[in-house]
């Protein structure tokens, strides 16, 4: 299905201001041909009193980035995009199936624009559904954000973590998005879940070795965690693939949830905090044996004080407990000898 474009269809105002006129005249012809008791006349002019109004649902107002793919009959005969005020077609009908689609997205509000339109037009007359119709089914043509309910989703590794993503969208061919899928919202929205789903199971939570998420044949360090940019650009590409068929432009996906999922989440915690305490002990005892080995050297160079191997051995000693330990030293002064 190809989209196509009306172009010619503006004209809107002239036509509101040809129905007001040719009432006015209808009306003054009445009027003058049953003062005369000319029946030609007088028939012609109720036909058209009360008829004209069918001219009225062929008058379509449109806001910036909004359209109305119309059909005659069941044919689709185009669509008119663009601000303006048109004229159609009145017995042409707007279509839209994701109309009454609610996502957790924007532009899924109620403007209560039908409401005022009934009130305009008088109570539940022909022109006032057609026109409330029209509201109803306009495609929007603007940037929206979906954001997609959080999902639990295992790993690479297996383990489950809770992820969400906010994909920012547009409809670009309006035909596409409402021809040739059966309701573009929840199509798009499940190809966000699809999508998600293939992407997170090929990363682990955190750099794991051994594991390629590129496909290339070469361990890397990605992870969600740690190359979020790259994670998320690939479930962008992976959901316009899908969509592109649906008339959708996918603008940016971003990852705006990760975590562990409840029932390991206290596991990885203390995982990581005890990765986190091996880390500082060994950045520790690093840092105590250069200073232990720092304190020999000045020692024999200055020529201070000689050592012989058991009291550079208890001095190692004393000095590593000072340095490694957890609280503070509390000396013991020997005023004896060690032998």
């Known amino acids: 299905m190809t989209e196509k474009i009306l172009t010619t269809k503006k004209q809107g105002m002239a036509m509101l201001i040809g129905i007001i006129l040719l009432y006015i005249a209808a009306t003054v012809a009445l009027i003058f041909s049953l003062e005369a008791g000319i029946l030609a006349v007088t028939i012609p002019m109720l036909v058209i009193l009360c008829l004209g109004w069918l001219l009225l649902p062929g008058l379509k107002v449109l806001r910036p980035q909004e359209a109305l793919v119309l059909t005659l009959f069941g044919k689709y005969v185009g669509t008119i995009r663009g601000e303006g005020f048109y004229w159609v077609n009145p017995f042409c009908t707007a279509v839209n199936p994701a109309a009454k689609t609610k996502l957790n997205q924007s532009s899924d509000v109620d403007s209560g624009s039908s409401k005022g339109l009934n009130a305009l037009f008088g109570g539940n007359t022909g022109a006032a559904a057609a026109a409330a119709d029209s509201t109803g089914k306009r495609v929007s043509l603007k940037i929206m954000t979906l954001n997609n309910a959080r999902q639990k989703i295992n790993d690479c590794l297996g383990n489950p973590v809770e992820i969400g993503i906010a994909v920012t969208w547009r409809v670009v061919d309006t035909a596409k998005a409402v021809f040739e899928v059966d309701n573009y919202k929840e199509f798009l929205s ?138 503070d030293a509390q000396p013991i002064v020997n005023t004896g000898t060690l032998y």
């Open 190 to 327: 499940l190809q966000c879940d699809s999508a998600l789903r293939n992407i997170v199971r090929l990363y682990p939570y955190d750099v794991a070795p051994g594991i390629d998420t590129t496909g290339d044949g070469m361990a890397d360090e990605g992870s969600l965690r740690g190359s979020s940019e790259v994670v998320a650009a690939r479930i962008r590409d992976e959901i316009q693939s899908k969509v592109t068929e649906a008339g959708l432009e996918i603008l940016e996906a971003r990852i705006t949830y990760l975590a562990y999922a409840s029932e390991i989440a206290a596991v990885m915690l203390q995982r990581q905090q005890a990765s986190a305490i091996i880390d500082a002990r060994k950045m520790i005892v690093e840092g105590a044996v250069g200073t232990v080995e720092m304190a020999l050297n000045r020692l024999n160079e200055g020529g201070m004080v000689e050592l012989d191997e058991e009291r550079k051995a208890a001095m190692v000693s004393n000095l590593l407990v000072v340095l490694c330990g957890t609280h």
